[in-house]
């Protein structure tokens, strides 16, 4: 039974430009939520997605969208990115609101 | 804002002791699932308690989650070089039911047991 995987492992970008994360869920999960971890802190909520609609928002400006397709995986867009947005972005996958498990996460750097 | 303080911050112990990490908050949560995170890895659930007084047992770890559903605690027992660890709380949802599925962590505890 797959677990959930994250595409790509790293990642290195420019100020300025746009960035695509994408996450599969854990077989048999329909919900995907996007979380962002900086270097020392625990995880914050950026989004959660649930039938195709974004369902709860976290305090994210605009440039973080995201999207869910039929067969329940996720993508994750940045843009006009800012050093500060350098961070472990991690996916989670959860049946609907119970117990989210953790992809390996997308490492970002921003320069 | 719901907030999650946790603490220590930092714990560095040797193999054989026990130790306890503490997650507070003055909000109610739904419930609360402790993690622990590997370096460049995700976080691995270990546990999540539901019922505010809920104690639960994994091994040599013991999880709490107290009777107003704002704080939760967890405990290890003759602690070893493999708990080594970052381990985080995170509470799900709130009293009102409008963030249900939202997950608000703590700081986190870097946990290092010495052999």
């Known amino acids: 039974d797959a677990g959930v995987t994250q595409s790509p492992t790293h990642l290195i970008k420019t100020r300025g430009q746009q960035v695509t994360l994408r996450c599969s869920p854990k077989?048999?999960?329909?919900?995907v939520s996007w979380y962002q971890q900086a270097l020392g802190q625990g995880p914050q909520f950026i989004f959660q997605?649930?039938?195709?609609?974004?369902?709860q928002r976290g305090n994210f400006p605009d440039r973080f969208s995201g999207h869910q397709f039929p067969n329940y995986s996720s993508e994750l867009n940045v843009n006009a990115l800012l050093l500060g947005d350098s961070a472990l972005y991690l996916c989670a996958s959860s049946l609907f609101t119970y117990e989210q498990y953790f992809g390996p996460g997308t490492r970002l750097t921003v320069t | 804002t719901q907030l999650l303080e946790q603490s220590p911050q930092f714990l560095s112990i040797q193999e054989g002791e026990n130790l306890t990490v503490y997650c507070n908050s003055s909000s109610v949560f739904s419930s609360l699932q402790w993690y622990r995170q590997e370096p460049g890895e995700g976080p691995v659930l270990l546990v999540t308690?539901?019922?505010?007084?809920e104690v639960k047992k994994l091994k040599r770890l013991t999880f709490q989650f107290g009777d107003a559903r704002k704080d939760s605690s967890l405990h290890i027992t003759a602690a070893q070089p493999g708990d080594t660890g970052l381990y985080l709380c995170a509470g799900e949802g709130n009293a009102g039911g409008t963030s249900y599925g939202k997950l608000t962590f703590g700081q986190g505890t870097i946990l290092t047991v010495h052999p």
């Open positions: 308690v539901v019922t505010g007084g």
């Open positions: 997605y649930y039938e195709e609609e974004e369902r």
């Open positions: 077989s048999g999960h329909d919900t």
